[in-house]
């Protein structure tokens, strides 16, 4: 069992960064694949960007290549995620999720908004 507790998320001007970070329990944390999805108001929940535990690969939506990062750290069993030059259109909730495989992700976090102004 995981349990994944997000936070970081919070209001800021477009162009501007936040750095998500996804606490997770459990001593088998190094052995999970990770990813970010998001939902914004009236649409369906989208994959953001995912990290396989066993390859070290990353996958990024084509909306936020270049300007997100996926990280994460291992010994603090914690995941994160670097948003830059952000847009409205990247205001969501943004959710952690960790499973055996990308394709099989069994734990969710509770969420944390994310609002880009213009």
């Known amino acids: 069992q995981v349990e994944l ?6 209001l800021v ?3 501007g960064s936040l750095r998500l970070s996804c606490a997770a329990s459990g001593r088998t944390f190094s052995t999970y694949s990770m990813a970010w999805f998001r939902q914004a108001p009236g649409k369906e929940r989208e994959f953001v960007t ?3 535990w066993s390859s070290g690969s990353t996958y990024y939506a084509d909306s936020v290549k270049g300007r997100f990062t996926i990280s994460r750290d291992n010994a603090k069993n914690t995941l994160y995620l670097q948003m830059n030059s952000l847009k409205p259109e990247d ?3 943004y959710y952690c999720a960790a499973g055996v495989a990308l394709t099989s992700l069994d ?7 994310v609002t880009v102004s213009s």
């Open 5 to 10: 507790v997000e936070s970081g998320g919070g």
């Open 13 to 15: 001007q477009a162009g």
């Open 50 to 52: 995912g990290i396989s």
């Open 91 to 93: 205001t969501a909730v």
């Open 107 to 113: 734990y969710w976090g509770q969420g944390t908004q």
